[in-house]
């Protein structure tokens, strides 16, 4: 990366670390951490969710216990105010950074469609 370019994605990480979006979503993440039965499901999740993608990657079928047991980590994650919070802040951020990638790549769209 040029030099301009790189100073002005380090001007957009530093955009970005001061949005109220990745504000809000450090602080249901932090929030989330000092609960741990939430943060450990959080991360059981997370786990699982890994492990599946690793096997569809290696064209390998999850077994039925593997889906159940994710169906049923997801059924508690749902429960839990401290996930559900932090996966709204998740959906805000991602939106803020559809909307950042699509105002990037813009010219390239553009480009295709001349």
Known sequence: MNEK?????????AELIAS??????????????KSLDDYKLFNDFQDAQQNL??????????????IQNIQAIAGKMRESQLISA???????????????NETVTKPISDLYKS
Not at 20 to 33: H, N, Q, R, S
């Open 86 to 100: 932090l996966m709204t802040k998740e959906k805000a951020l991602s939106q803020l950074l559809s909307d950042i």
């Open 20 to 33: 109220d979006e990745f504000t809000e979503i450090k602080a249901a993440y932090d929030a989330l951490k």
């Open 5 to 13: 370019m790189t100073a002005t994605t380090n001007q957009l990480q």
């Open 53 to 66: 993608q690793q096997k569809q990657m290696q064209g390998v079928q999850p077994t039925q216990d593997e």
